[in-house]
């Protein structure tokens, strides 16, 4: 009898955490939108210290061949710890070239795992990232896929820190279950 309730709570358990695991996946957004609400004016440096980033910027090869515009990056994490950088763009040394990879050191406030990062492009040329790869200091490298032209004059990218902070909601909640049920089965061992 014991052994069918250890199956029956054990199964019910898999159960919780798989459509946890399932429904969490679903609110992902995958594609680059434009954020009219992102204001660079915002941006607090919660942190004192100075950290370095690398971020390497893919152009696709639909992109117009070379591009005279104005590209800005904005990026961070769920904590509110902001980087910006004004113009990466130098069209004198063929930067955002099509087909080509620009390998940018960015310094800002120190931040966790990169969660969201914004490209903003002012001109009439026109450009198409690939990818953007961004190397953080206190977490693991991300790249985020555009393959998408860049709006006129927005902020157009990714905010993945929502997902990240329900995705940590979900893995407490199976711990918490997985703690009531190693509860559970010590009074019944």
Known sequence: MKELLLLL???LTFRLTLSGSVSESQSVSLLPHANESFNISYIQM????SCSYFVVISTSCSSPRY?????????GDAYGNQIYAPRLD?????TFESCSSDTFQINGPCA???CYVY???SGSSGWKP?????NGYNGEPVTFYYNTFIPRDTWYGFNLCNDAASSYKVSAQKW???VILGFVLSFWL
């Open 176 to 178: 918490l279950i997985l």
């Open 119 to 121: 490209l903003y492009r």
């Open 67 to 75: 591009t005279s515009d104005q590209i800005s990056i904005a990026f």
């Open 9 to 11: 709570l054990l199964s």
């Open 130 to 134: 690939e990818s953007v790869k961004i």
């Open 90 to 94: 130098d069209p004198s040394s063929g």
């Open 46 to 49: 919660k942190n004192a210290g």
């Open 112 to 114: 966790y795992q990169i």
